[in-house]
């Protein structure tokens, strides 16, 4: 993995710990960052916000964000408040399984995430995708992709692309990122 930058890693609702690919690939690249949030289970969109805020201005080499389910409107949302830092720090964002916070099945524990931010990302990025994933629909999916200016792929019938959906070990999606980084 290339070493002029550095990768930093958003979970999701819960963390991506143990098996899930995210801590794997984590666990794989050499000086990654993982943002540890305060609190898994009850997620706060201000202090998920600062926690990524706090450790980009740590980090001395462009940045490439690998983000999953509420990570990547974490990382959204940081992008809103921070747009020339944004473009200043960050090189590209994987965004993974993004959840639509206005879908019924949204956790309602989750707080201030009502409403999507719908402005152009100032990075380059690329979604990845299931069709049946539980917390988006492919229409909404697609809306925030062309919002984003986000490429987007598909990869089937996958659910929310995590532990519980067969996702330990995800080759493909390293194939994806891999090829993602060489278009920066």
Not at 24 to 46: N, T
Not at 62 to 71: D, K, R
Request: overall charge negative.
């Amino acid at each position: 993995m290339n070493k002029n930058f550095t990768y930093l890693f958003l979970a999701g609702y819960g963390n991506s710990t143990g098996e899930h690919w995210q801590a794997k690939w984590f666990r794989k690249f050499p000086g990654a960052v993982w943002i540890e949030q305060k609190s898994w289970d009850y997620p706060v969109c201000e202090q998920w916000v600062n926690e990524l805020d706090k450790n980009i201005d740590q980090i001395q080499q462009p940045v490439v964000i690998i983000a999953h389910s509420l990570g990547c409107l974490t990382f959204v949302e940081w992008t809103n408040q921070f747009p020339q830092k944004c473009q200043e720090k960050i090189i590209g964002a994987l965004l993974v399984a993004v959840p639509d916070s206005d879908a019924e099945s949204f956790p309602k524990d989750i707080s201030g995430y009502q409403q999507t931010d719908l402005d152009p990302l100032p990075i380059k990025s690329l979604m990845i995708a299931s069709q049946n994933d539980p917390y988006a629909s492919i229409s909404r999916t697609e809306f925030f992709a062309r919002h984003w200016g986000s490429e987007l792929i598909w990869i089937g019938k996958m659910g929310h692309i995590n532990l519980s959906a067969g996702f330990g070990d995800w080759q493909e999606g390293e194939k994806y990122l891999l090829e993602f980084l060489n278009c920066l």
